[in-house]
Nanobody, 116 residues
């Protein structure tokens, strides 16, 4: 059984920075494409950023230039560094591991609140 545990969420002021982390149990991390999604109150969950096993990254338009996704296979951890945060970035941020179209794992999420 694979478990994904997010951490690092919290309250940050507009314009500030925050890094959230997701650590995976088990030995599948290096085989998994990893992604961060987020869900704001009253909205659907949306993709923020993803990184392949080879390190190729893609970003949602809202994240380009402000967020950076990275992974450390030795630590089974994926990170999302968020800069220039805006109130509209407020959401629960979820980590996702994809091994195949049929094998996907989700974490329980970590809340990021951007407010003064």
């Amino acid at each position: 059984q694979v478990q994904l545990v997010e951490s690092g969420g919290g309250l940050v002021q507009p314009g500030g920075s925050l890094t959230v982390s997701c650590t995976a149990s088990g030995s599948i991390f290096a085989l998994s494409a990893m992604a961060w999604h987020r869900q704001a109150p009253g909205k659907e969950r949306e993709l923020v950023a993803q990184i392949t096993t080879g390190g190729t990254t893609t970003y949602a338009d809202s994240a380009k230039g402000r967020f950076t996704i990275s992974r450390d296979n030795a630590k089974n951890t994926v990170y999302l560094q968020m800069n220039s945060l805006k109130p509209e970035d407020t959401a629960v941020y979820y980590c996702k591991a994809t091994i195949s179209s049929a094998i996907v794992y989700w974490g329980k999420g970590t809340l990021v609140t951007v407010s003064s």
